[in-house]
């Protein structure tokens, strides 16, 4: 069955990093474009960033410079790394692929991400 599961979320103080992961399983991980969204009970669920099966990487503006998506095809994992977290990063994060031919979708069910002052 199709899986992705995300880890590493946390409570971190401003300033501070986490390396978010997204385990997947059940299709073809190498074919599919992964990025990571966002969440929070206030806002709707946003791009975060974005990597191509040919490993470019695109990001919010609000994140450039800051966050880094990468992709191990072999293990089948995504990774976040963020550095110099601030307050509006809290949020849930959500690991995310889409298909490039029938350009089906899946998410995974999130990791919390909370950023103290």
């Known amino acids: 069955q199709v899986r992705l599961v995300e880890s590493g979320g946390g409570l971190v103080q401003s300033g501070g990093s986490l390396r978010l992961s997204c385990a997947a399983s059940?299709?073809?991980?190498?074919?599919?474009?992964m990025s990571w969204y966002r969440q929070t009970p206030d806002k709707p669920r946003e791009l975060v960033a974005t990597?191509?099966?040919?490993?470019?990487?695109t990001y919010a503006d609000a994140v450039k410079g800051r966050f880094t998506i990468s992709r191990d095809n072999a293990k089948k994992m995504l990774y976040l790394q963020m550095f110099w977290l601030r307050t509006d990063d809290t949020a849930v994060y959500f690991c995310?692929?889409?298909?490039?031919?029938?350009?089906?979708?899946?998410w995974g069910q999130g990791t919390q991400v909370t950023v103290s002052s």
């Open positions: 995310h692929s889409l298909g490039p031919l029938t350009r089906r979708e899946y």
């Open positions: 990597i191509t099966t040919s490993e470019t990487t």
């Open positions: 059940g299709f073809a991980f190498s074919n599919h474009v």
